[in-house]
């Protein structure tokens, strides 16, 4: 009662403490200091005390809350998508279009937790990230993921996307160990902004998932370098039936603003499409609900060796040093897919993926801009023979495990603001073999900077093989977004898009067995954010 009482009469006598000022404060708090240190000492020895610097805290917690009403034309054909819906708008996942109208609510929760303790000198850290995502109404009293949101709840639904240790033994060195962020750009994912991630690098194309390993780097000065091992499956843990990731970067400032970095991975797939849900690998399913190409291998047992080899650079990314800025990579995958039972070739691989955004800063802010994105994949022109010379990713063994985001589309190409339902018209880079010839235009605009602002955008994309049936276009998207920050890592935000579908979805194979082209996709999203500290 007593604490209360203490409690109780602060708040109210606070408006009073506040209109007295702080000058108050310090004076007497520095007449009671002197009073009690110096009494008769005849000098003032507390003004060389060092100021006491607040101590850093052992657990930081924050956390991304993210609600939004969603309406659209879309909708999933097979209810046993209804709870997550990832991959090729008109694929195996059932995503198609319709000329009614799609309302709900999704909501999702990433709560992180970092633990440094002062017993080991900053030399270690503990890192955790979780997802709760729910659609508002989908099911209660349960156990799922992404589902929750019905009447009373009580459903079991975390989803774990980190769980990692990072060793700090000094002089740039950082050792990370775990399930860990598994992505294709060359910056530590932990100490820089996602933007930069999505916006330098490889973009996530390639590589954009959490996954299970070991990665050792060293930041110095002017250069980087990092060497990573990832499982990507085990299976049966006797036999030599997994899939393994080797990743290898280095980068280095070629001057103030330009940096360059050269890498190589390589796949190990003995897995022979085990694994996951659905299987994976380049004959499975997941690869085709997921927009890649899917080999058609069937039932026989498999060895496939896929290598990466490129370079990307960026000059002044986050137009941090000037109004211009340029970024972009070219990779080149290899390899060969070959019997288990005598080791002769099925089938060889040669792809090629490039990209290039640029952007000019007009005015005060970075949303006083305009940016441009551009993005070439190679297609396979025979896909019936035993080459194939389309481009392989991430998303060949996860779901998903690639994502190219950050280029202002919302139906073309796949777009971040997602909860339970993460699926375009281009879901892989690869656009499911046949390769693409596409990108995007926005103009950016700060109405009060900081504060509010808005976009417009366009983007066009072109099939470079045609399906049978169907034609290059794929289509052309026009999009806006407004903007409004209410509060310091708190966003109200209206987006919206509509997606003209061009003659490659006249085939029956890219249209999902429609007799004629679908209805074209539209989408209107409210959102509310709120990064809490």
């Not at 039936?241 to 991975?265: H, I, V």
């Not at 927009?291 to 990466?308: C, I, M, Q, S, T």
């Not at 995007?440 to 976009?455: R, W």
């Amino acid at each position: 009662m007593a604490d209360f009482s203490a409690i109780f009469i602060l708040s109210n006598f606070a408006p009073m403490l506040k209109r007295l000022g702080l000058g108050l404060a310090l004076s007497t708090a520095a007449l009671c200091a002197f009073g009690q240190d110096n009494a008769g000492s005849g000098s003032i020895q507390w003004l060389d005390k060092p100021v006491p610097q607040k101590e850093e805290k052992e657990l930081q917690v924050f956390a991304l809350f993210y609600n939004q009403w969603v309406n659209s034309n879309l909708q999933v054909t097979q209810p046993f998508f209804q709870g997550q819906v990832i991959g090729r708008l008109f694929g195996s996942n059932t995503t198609t279009t319709h000329k009614g109208r799609s309302s709900y609510f999704e909501q999702r929760l990433l709560p992180f937790f970092i633990y440094k303790p002062r017993l080991l000198d900053g030399k270690v850290l503990l890192r955790t990230s979780f997802e709760i995502d729910w659609t508002w109404g989908d099911n209660s009293y349960g156990a799922a993921g992404n589902q929750g949101g019905a009447i009373a709840g009580d459903m079991v639904n975390l989803q774990t996307q980190n769980v990692e240790l990072e060793f700090l033994p000094g002089n740039g060195w950082a050792v990370n160990l775990g399930l860990q962020r598994m992505f294709d750009n060359p910056a530590n994912p932990y100490r820089v902004l996602f933007d930069e991630l999505m916006s330098t690098g490889y973009r996530l194309s390639y590589w954009g998932t959490d996954g299970v390993g070991i990665n050792v780097r060293r930041d110095r000065d002017f250069e980087r370098y990092s060497l990573g091992f990832y499982q990507l499956y085990e299976n049966n843990i006797h036999l030599n039936d997994d899939a393994t990731l080797t990743m290898a970067t280095y980068e280095r400032d070629l001057s103030k603003g330009w940096s360059q970095a050269l890498t190589f991975w390589y796949v190990s797939d003995r897995a022979n499409g085990q694994g996951g849900a659905i299987g994976n690998g380049p004959g499975s399913a997941l690869a085709e609900m997921n927009g890649a190409y899917r080999f058609p291998l069937g039932a026989e047992p498999f060895k496939a060796d896929v290598f990466w080899l490129g370079t990307n650079g960026s000059y002044n990314a986050g137009f941090h040093t000037g109004r211009l800025m340029v970024s972009g990579f070219l990779n080149s995958n290899f390899g060969q897919i070959r019997r288990a039972s005598n080791n002769s070739r099925m089938y060889s691989i040669m792809g090629l993926g490039a990209n290039l955004r640029a952007g000019y800063k007009y005015g005060q802010t970075n949303e006083d801009a305009i940016l441009t994105d551009l993005i070439y994949t190679s297609g396979d022109k025979n896909q019936t023979d035993n080459s194939y010379t389309g481009v392989i990713t991430g998303n060949t063994w996860g779901t998903p495990a690639a994502i190219f985001i950050n280029h202002g589309a919302y139906l073309l190409f796949t777009h971040g603001n997602v909860v339970n339902r993460f699926a375009a018209a281009v879901n892989d880079i690869s656009n499911a073999g046949y390769g693409l010839t596409g990108g995007t235009l926005n103009f950016h605009k700060a109405f009060i900077p900081n504060k509010f602002d808005g976009k417009i955008g366009l983007a066009h994309a072109l099939s470079n093989v045609a399906p049978a049936g169907g034609g290059n276009t794929m289509g052309t998207e026009v999009n806006f977004k407004l903007r409004y920050t209410p509060k310091v890592f708190m966003d109200m935000e209206l987006h919206a898009a509509y997606l003209s579908l061009g003659n490659f979805y006249d085939s029956p194979i890219a249209n999902g067995n429609a007799a004629s082209r679908p209805e074209n996709p539209w989408t209107v999203l409210m959102v509310y954010r709120w990064l809490i500290f």
